[in-house]
């Protein structure tokens, strides 16, 4: 009998805003013009916030820190599609998305200064903790996702991980049970080229991550990563078909990590100039102030205030992180169960 | 009251809680259907439907994993690993999360999960499927270790589990889940976690031991004035109850199946060393599993601790 082909598949690439700033406008999601400011400037807090944690981390105020440089929009255009009741589970480099869904930023300098309760969610945010172990998070969206529609409730659950996370076990099983069960959780993977200093094609012979998608029985798309309305749009769409009942949905988004792994690292040991020197080009804020600039939406007076803007409110939260009280020693206790035991109890004593 | 084997004890706290409260869920590798290999779980599809009775993908990390998830989203989930054996890929999840989502969050998520595994030699069984590999998890802080020895404490420490606003690792023996049959109220009562059991009062020695081998112990100290404990819960274990007893007997002997390098008889007897060692006449003696790879069918009786091993080690205490 003659060998057929059984299935096939292909993989849908967004792209809506060029590096010169030009839209598609067919392909345009609907924002007004004050939502389009909003994430402008949204992309510009980060910037200041994530340039100011390196300074403050030099100056030895404040501990390794990943950075964020480069993958602004896909942070900011996930986290602007995100609604109030939706549940998130980050990785370590998402401090674009906490911001974005207004978690109070000196909790995040006091987090990366080494003190567990800036990342502590206020309890109208259902964002978790960051996740250091790369990829594990991922089943716990597909958790959290089980249980919302055992509850039906009308809600999206999304989670956040790398390129070095898709080849993770934790992937695999969290995206094949969402797949299975037709969970309401969308998965956000920032190709950001490189797992510390090892590049995209260690991870996978795969031409896309998006394509594993296929293989979970679910779809998988490529979006430019550093082109904000295509990110929204692709985030936005699939968070509302996985509210909707409509399953899972994989997101790759295309980007490039611009600065270290961490203040730890030194990637020009592993990368060439000119690849960095390339992806300036394609960087996520100029061509959204371009398209803002074509469309009347930006001046250089627009930029002064956000810039002054931004720095003040940074400063601000820098201000309020330093001036926290340090945890008292006990604290290291009180939460590792809901009461003390009494073992504990001793070496509470003994501190 | 009815007569009730472990299994159908267990099977029994796992519905009543499921009646009571709709948060508790069941997710794990043939658990609905078929009711569980052990047929732990046998009816509850029937009773409760798919949504709460979840046989899910063959992928212990993301059984856990998602149970994570759940727990914080607000449900108390109870997944079932088939074998202790097949836990250590999901180890990660327990140690990098369930053990830590409370104190990472500063309280803001919690896990009340309950994570069911069968362990324990003695069934003749193919490899990894009799570890007794408890002590590794009662050295991570923020999650609790149970370990019923009865079909009535292993309903009510199962109920207490379930209710527990931590992760709890319940590790059921193999070996008892029929062999043994005892009077199980129906209806609620719980049995408290953080609590020991003496099974026996005595004045001349304390054995301590857990699960298959507390049967064992109780077996080797007749003709003895034994007392003997029921630790129940390994972590956090009941230190007041042992430390009263050792300052009434001065002599210990810890008895467990698992491996005797790092295993709990250490830390047990470290810490009877630390807080009585004053009143102890004779060294502590520890009748464990042997430091190797346990072995199949043919040997494992002889890498258990046998009711001979245990007197053995009596008897030893007694010369003190």
């Given at each position: 009998?003659?060998?057929?082909?059984?299935?096939?598949?292909?993989?849908?690439?967004?792209?809506?805003?060029?590096?010169?700033?030009d839209?598609?406008?067919?392909?345009?999601?609907?924002?007004?013009?004050?939502?389009?400011?909003?994430?402008?400037?949204?992309?510009?807090?980060?910037?200041?916030?994530?340039?100011?944690?390196?300074?403050l981390?030099?100056?030895?105020?404040?501990?390794t820190?990943?950075?964020?440089?480069?993958q602004?929009?896909?942070?900011?255009?996930?986290?602007?599609?995100?609604?109030?009741?939706?549940?998130?589970?980050p990785?370590?480099?998402?401090?674009?998305?906490?911001?974005?869904?207004?978690?109070?930023?000196h909790?995040?300098?006091?987090?990366?200064?080494?003190?567990?309760?800036g990342?502590?969610?206020?309890?109208d945010?259902?964002?978790?903790?960051?996740?250091?172990?790369?990829?594990t998070q991922?089943?716990?969206?597909?958790?959290?996702?089980?249980?919302?529609?055992?509850?039906?409730?009308?809600?999206?659950?999304?989670?956040?991980?790398?390129?070095?996370?898709?080849?993770k076990?934790?992937?695999?099983?969290?995206?094949?049970?969402?797949?299975?069960?037709?969970?309401p959780?969308?998965?956000?993977?920032?190709?950001?080229?490189?797992?510390?200093?090892?590049?995209?094609?260690?991870?996978?012979a795969?031409?896309?991550?998006?394509?594993?998608?296929?293989?979970?029985?679910?779809?998988g798309?490529?979006?430019?990563?550093?082109?904000?309305?295509?990110?929204?749009?692709?985030?936005?769409?699939?968070?509302?078909?996985?509210?909707?009942g409509g399953?899972?949905?994989?997101?790759?988004?295309?980007?490039?990590?611009?600065?270290?792994?961490?203040?730890a690292?030194?990637?020009?040991?592993?990368?060439?100039?000119?690849?960095?020197?390339?992806?300036?080009?394609?960087?996520?804020?100029?061509?959204?102030?371009?398209?803002?600039?074509k469309?009347?939406?930006?001046?250089?007076?627009?930029?002064?205030?956000?810039?002054?803007?931004?720095?003040?409110?940074?400063?601000?939260?820098?201000?309020?992180?330093?001036?926290?009280?340090?945890?008292?020693?006990?604290?290291?206790?009180?939460?590792?169960?809901?009461?003390?035991?009494?073992?504990?109890?001793?070496?509470?004593?003994d501190? | 009251?009815?007569?009730?084997n472990?299994?159908?004890?267990?099977?029994?706290?796992?519905?009543?809680?499921?009646?009571r409260?709709?948060?508790?869920?069941?997710?794990?590798?043939?658990v609905?259907?078929?009711g569980?290999?052990?047929?732990?779980?046998e009816?509850?599809?029937?009773?409760?439907g798919?949504?709460?009775?979840?046989?899910?993908?063959l992928?212990?990390?993301?059984i856990?994993?998602?149970?994570?998830?759940m727990?914080?989203?607000?449900?108390?989930?109870?997944?079932?690993?088939?074998?202790?054996g097949?836990?250590?890929?999901?180890?990660?999840?327990?140690?990098?999360?369930?053990?830590?989502?409370?104190?990472?969050?500063?309280?803001?998520?919690?896990?009340?999960?309950?994570?069911r595994?069968?362990?324990g030699?003695?069934?003749?069984?193919?490899?990894?499927?009799?570890?007794?590999?408890e002590?590794?998890?009662?050295?991570?802080?923020?999650?609790?270790?149970?370990?019923?020895?009865?079909?009535?404490?292993?309903?009510?420490?199962?109920?207490?589990?379930?209710?527990?606003?931590?992760?709890v690792?319940f590790?059921?023996?193999?070996?008892?889940?029929?062999?043994?049959?005892?009077?199980?109220?129906?209806?609620?009562?719980?049995v408290?976690?953080?609590?020991?059991r003496?099974?026996?009062?005595?004045?001349?020695?304390?054995?301590?031991?857990?699960?298959?081998?507390?049967?064992?112990?109780?077996?080797?100290?007749?003709?003895?004035?034994?007392?003997v404990?029921?630790?129940?819960?390994?972590?956090?274990?009941?230190?007041?109850?042992?430390?009263?007893?050792?300052?009434?007997?001065?002599?210990?002997v810890?008895?467990?199946?698992?491996?005797?390098?790092?295993?709990?008889?250490?830390?047990?007897?470290?810490?009877?060393?630390?807080?009585?060692?004053?009143?102890?006449?004779?060294?502590?003696?520890?009748?464990?599993?042997?430091?190797?790879?346990?072995?199949?069918a043919?040997?494992?009786?002889?890498y258990?601790?046998?009711?001979?091993r245990?007197?053995?080690?009596?008897?030893e205490?007694?010369?003190?």
């Amino acid at each position: 009998m003659p060998e057929k082909i059984i299935d096939s598949f292909h993989i849908r690439r967004l792209d809506i805003l060029d590096e010169k700033g030009d839209a598609d406008i067919a392909l345009m999601p609907s924002l007004s013009e004050a939502y389009m400011r909003r994430m402008y400037e949204l992309l510009v807090l980060l910037r200041t916030f994530d340039q100011i944690a390196l300074s403050l981390q030099r100056e030895g105020r404040l501990g390794t820190y990943a950075p964020v440089l480069g993958q602004e929009a896909s942070q900011v255009g996930t986290a602007f599609a995100i609604e109030k009741t939706d549940w998130v589970f980050p990785s370590f480099r998402e401090m674009g998305v906490f911001l974005t869904m207004g978690y109070p930023m000196h909790m995040l300098f006091q987090y990366w200064m080494g003190d567990e309760r800036g990342i502590s969610a206020p309890d109208d945010l259902n964002i978790f903790p960051i996740c250091i172990p790369v990829g594990t998070q991922i089943p716990h969206a597909s958790g959290a996702a089980m249980a919302a529609k055992y509850r039906k409730d009308r809600i999206a659950v999304i989670t956040y991980f790398g390129d070095g996370g898709t080849s993770k076990g934790d992937f695999h099983e969290g995206l094949n049970m969402a797949g299975v069960f037709k969970l309401p959780v969308l998965f956000v993977c920032q190709n950001n080229q490189w797992a510390i200093s090892v590049p995209r094609e260690r991870q996978t012979a795969a031409k896309t991550l998006a394509q594993k998608a296929v293989a979970y029985g679910f779809e998988g798309i490529q979006v430019d990563g550093n082109d904000i309305f295509a990110v929204y749009k692709a985030a936005s769409d699939a968070l509302k078909k996985a509210r909707d009942g409509g399953g899972p949905t994989l997101i790759e988004c295309l980007t490039y990590r611009m600065a270290d792994h961490t203040t730890a690292d030194d990637a020009s040991r592993y990368r060439t100039k000119e690849e960095v020197e390339a992806w300036k080009t394609k960087d996520p804020l100029l061509r959204m102030k371009l398209f803002m600039e074509k469309n009347g939406l930006w001046t250089e007076k627009y930029q002064k205030d956000i810039d002054e803007q931004s720095k003040e409110a940074v400063s601000d939260a820098v201000k309020i992180a330093e001036a926290v009280e340090p945890p008292k020693p006990e604290d290291m206790f009180t939460y590792t169960y809901e009461t003390l035991t009494p073992r504990q109890k001793k070496q509470i004593g003994d501190l | 009251m009815p007569k009730l084997n472990m299994v159908q004890a267990i099977n029994l706290a796992l519905k009543e809680e499921m009646e009571r409260d709709d948060r508790v869920v069941i997710l794990g590798e043939d658990v609905g259907k078929d009711g569980g290999v052990f047929r732990i779980t046998e009816g509850l599809f029937d009773k409760f439907g798919p949504e709460r009775v979840m046989d899910t993908p063959l992928a212990e990390s993301s059984i856990v994993g998602a149970a994570i998830g759940m727990a914080a989203y607000g449900l108390r989930p109870v997944a079932e690993i088939q074998f202790m054996g097949f836990i250590y890929p999901a180890v990660d999840q327990i140690f990098s999360h369930a053990a830590r989502v409370r104190s990472r969050s500063r309280g803001r998520f919690t896990c009340p999960l309950v994570v069911r595994t069968p362990y324990g030699a003695g069934i003749k069984a193919p490899e990894l499927h009799s570890e007794s590999t408890e002590a590794l998890f009662c050295h991570m802080p923020g999650i609790k270790v149970v370990l019923p020895s009865t079909p009535y404490t292993a309903k009510g420490l199962l109920i207490s589990s379930i209710r527990d606003p931590d992760p709890v690792i319940f590790l059921e023996s193999t070996r008892l889940y029929r062999v043994l049959k005892e009077e199980v109220p129906e209806g609620e009562y719980t049995v408290p976690l953080g609590k020991a059991r003496i099974v026996k009062e005595g004045n001349d020695m304390t054995v301590i031991a857990w699960g298959s081998m507390l049967h064992r112990a109780l077996q080797a100290v007749e003709g003895f004035d034994a007392e003997v404990i029921d630790l129940m819960t390994l972590s956090p274990f009941d230190e007041e109850t042992i430390f009263d007893s050792v300052k009434k007997t001065g002599k210990v002997v810890i008895v467990h199946e698992a491996p005797k390098t790092c295993g709990l008889g250490a830390e047990l007897s470290a810490s009877i060393a630390e807080d009585a060692i004053l009143y102890l006449k004779a060294p502590v003696i520890r009748v464990t599993g042997h430091d190797a790879v346990i072995p199949l069918a043919r040997l494992e009786e002889q890498y258990m601790p046998t009711v001979e091993r245990i007197r053995k080690a009596l008897t030893e205490v007694m010369k003190y």
